[in-house]
């Protein structure tokens, strides 16, 4: 692992020791960016950092932290808010939590928003400063395609309130940042991939072998997906969409029920 200063853009990746954080630590490396990578276990994060400083000659910086806890995630934030080279913070930490809402434990809900709603929001506004000033950069945060799974009640799909709500946060959130940052040369992505082939659904006691091959992306595609994405201004990536009119229509179904909503009048079905 080595520190040294380098002229080579920067790139700081959360939950980075597998998984989609570890294809991007990976691409990124490839792609000549020096690299900062943050997770919780200090011997997978130590023996990337050693593999992709061997193989592809990028200073990689590592950072223990586990961003549910504040000390941990405010470390984070400083590191980021100091850097003068930063062009590229990937927000990629989090868990699951499938379970029904009334099973899952309060304070597990709790990580789960800190992590994915808390942490995004903070390291977010602690990047963008630096990156307004230079007039470039980009952020990069992991949202899912269950985002849009509120209307879903199949039960073949997971039990998922609090996960599902946290990534809409983050595809709100994009959104609307986006609008902010219109004309700034920094860009902003929701990526909300479908099924992986990672450790997650793992984690979680389920046995990826018997999910369907066909709905299984590679981590690696994911990545390419969103970089690809990333050049062609895309605020919400979904990496499997072949049709983005369908983003297209939801998002003109959200202007419509705005403007019909806004009245002084109760509608009808709400009059005595």
């Keep these: 692992m080595t520190t040294e200063t380098s002229a080579r853009p920067r790139a700081l990746v959360t939950g980075a020791s597998s998984g989609i954080g570890a294809a991007f630590a990976e691409r990124l490396a490839r792609d000549q960016h020096d690299l900062i990578i943050v997770a919780r276990r200090r011997e997978r994060l130590e023996a990337l950092a050693q593999r992709l400083h061997e193989t592809h000659h990028v200073t990689v910086e590592g950072m223990v932290a586990d961003l549910t ?3 941990e995630l405010h470390a984070v934030e400083k590191r980021i808010a100091e850097d003068t080279a930063l062009e590229l913070l990937v927000n990629n930490a989090g868990f699951g939590g499938y379970m029904p809402f009334v ?20 390291l977010t506004r602690a990047a963008l400063p630096g990156m307004l000033a230079r007039g470039h950069g980009a952020i990069i945060n992991i949202s899912s395609r269950l985002a849009f799974s509120a209307a879903l009640s199949s039960p073949t799909m997971p039990k998922r309130a ?6 809409a946060y983050i595809n709100t959130f994009t959104q609307l940042l986006h609008d902010e940052l219109a004309g700034t ?3 902003v992505q929701a990526l909300c991939p479908g099924v ?6 793992e984690r979680m006691g389920q046995d990826p072998s018997r999910l369907p091959a066909a709905i299984v992306m590679s ?25 983005p009119n369908l983003l297209t229509q939801i998002q003109q179904d959200e202007r419509q029920l705005w ?10 079905r709400y009059r005595p």
């Excluded at 609090?162 to 990534?167: R, V």
């Excluded at 403007?259 to 009808?268: I, P, R, Y």
């Design 69 to 71: 806890q504040s000390t």
């Design 103 to 122: 099973a899952l434990d309060p304070d597990r809900a709790e990580e789960l928003i800190s992590l994915q709603v808390v942490a995004v929001t903070r």
């Design 162 to 167: 609090t996960y599902a709500a946290t990534k």
């Design 185 to 187: 040369g920094v860009r």
């Design 196 to 201: 992986v082939r990672t450790e997650f659904h």
């Design 219 to 243: 981590p690696e595609d994911i990545v390419e997906a969103s970089l690809a994405g990333l050049k062609l201004g895309e605020v919400i990536c979904v990496p499997a969409l072949d049709d």
């Design 259 to 268: 403007e019909h909503s806004g009245g002084n009048t109760l509608a009808k």
